[in-house]
């Protein structure tokens, strides 16, 4: 069964500073999906970034970048010249197919410190 | 980006009763409707996949008498949550698959906070 894990449970960083979310996941599939979710008090759930396993180059939208090493099953997340708007809790998912459901990590709990 | 539409945001019921949540795929036709449930503090887990036109798929674990999903028509799939109790106090939110640009995302209703008292 495909797991995703997020060994960070809560982080912190400084206004304007760079931050880095961590996630593993354990597949055996070749092509998939993995993305970054954000999920703030709100509890509507926000996508920051998505990366295709096919692509080698590492996706990136505006401050946020990921960090992709499908050889070690890693895809982490950096936020850069993080704001207090980028509070929230993040959660790192993996899909197969297109018709299939995600699956999410546990969560890492971001605070934004001004 | 599509657009799916959840209600109630928020329930309140009594314990007994019955509560259906609905999710509306409001530009597009969702085929398939996930339904996942988030406690406190905790991730979102799935509880059922729904086809329009067939019988939905639990996950192991998930009582499907107690919690009926419905899914009638390619924007709309409902889940019930039949004789409720505190337990099921939780937070429900639906995702459907994206189609054509968007195929390879996942789009989230709002969510619903159910509180059974």
């Known amino acids: 069964a495909q797991t995703v894990t997020q060994s960070q449970p809560e982080m912190s960083v400084q206004e304007a500073e760079t931050v880095t979310l961590s996630c593993t996941y354990d597949t055996s599939e070749s092509d998939y999906y993995l993305f970054w979710y954000k999920q703030p008090p709100s509890r509507q759930m926000i996508l920051v970034i998505r990366q295709e396993a096919y692509k080698q180059q590492n996706a990136t939208e505006n401050r946020f970048s990921v960090n992709f090493q499908k050889a070690a099953k890693s895809f982490s997340l950096k936020i850069s010249d993080s704001q207090l708007g980028d509070a929230a809790m993040y959660f790192c998912a993996y899909r197969v197919g297109r018709d299939t459901p995600l699956v999410f990590g546990k969560g890492t709990r971001l605070s934004v410190i001004a | 980006g599509a657009v799916v539409s959840q209600h109630p945001s928020w329930v309140i019921c009594k314990s007994g009763t019955s509560v259906k949540i609905e999710c509306r795929s409001l530009d597009f036709q969702a085929t398939t409707m996930f339904w996942y449930r988030q406690f406190p503090k905790q991730s979102l887990m799935l509880m059922a996949t729904?086809?329009?036109?067939?019988?939905?798929?639990?996950e192991q674990g998930v009582e499907k008498d107690k919690f009926l999903i419905n899914h009638a028509s390619l924007t709309l799939s409902t889940l019930t949550v039949t004789s409720a109790h505190p337990e099921d106090s939780s937070f429900y939110i639906c995702?459907?698959?994206?189609?054509?640009?968007?195929?390879?995302?996942?789009?989230f209703g709002q969510g619903t906070r159910l509180t059974v008292v």
């Open positions: 729904s086809n329009e036109g067939s019988k939905a798929t639990y």
């Open positions: 995702s459907a698959p994206g189609q054509g640009a968007w195929n390879t995302e996942a789009f």
